[in-house]
């Protein structure tokens, strides 16, 4: 198992940027793949983007193409989402979730390791 602490939410306006991290525990970060996924009130959690154990395969939801970005330091135990050109619909808790395999994955139910969340509020 892999503790999860995602960081970096916030309140910015329609255009905005913000950069998510989500620091885990423990010494096989490295063999596990990420992804990243958000909640927005009254919806189901829908996939954003993710990561392979190696950054070599990433992999994004069409909604935020050309506009989030994914990436991972293995020797910082951390990933990262990089959101730009932030829109009023981006509001959302986002998540961050790990699995023990070297693929990338897009369903909720793929992942067995999830943070707590991180607010992002983007105001038009």
């Known amino acids: 198992q892999v503790q999860l602490v995602e960081s970096g939410g916030g309140l910015v306006q329609a255009g905005g940027s913000l950069r998510l991290s989500c620091a885990a525990s423990?010494?096989?970060?490295?063999?596990?793949?990420m992804g990243w996924f958000r909640q927005a009130p009254g919806k189901e959690r829908e996939f954003v983007a993710a990561?392979?154990?190696?950054?070599?395969?990433?992999y994004r939801a069409n909604s935020v193409l050309g506009r989030f970005t994914i990436s991972r330091d293995n020797a910082k135990n951390t990933v990262y989402l990089q959101m730009n050109s932030l829109k009023p619909e981006d509001t959302a808790v986002y998540y961050c979730?790990?699995?023990?395999?070297?693929?990338?994955?897009?369903?909720?139910?793929?992942?067995?390791?999830w943070g707590q969340g991180t607010q992002v509020t983007v105001s038009s």
């Open positions: 979730a790990a699995r023990n395999d070297r693929g990338t994955y897009s369903k909720v139910d793929e992942y067995n390791n």
């Open positions: 423990g010494r096989t970060f490295s063999s596990y793949a």
């Open positions: 990561i392979s154990w190696s950054g070599a395969s990433l």
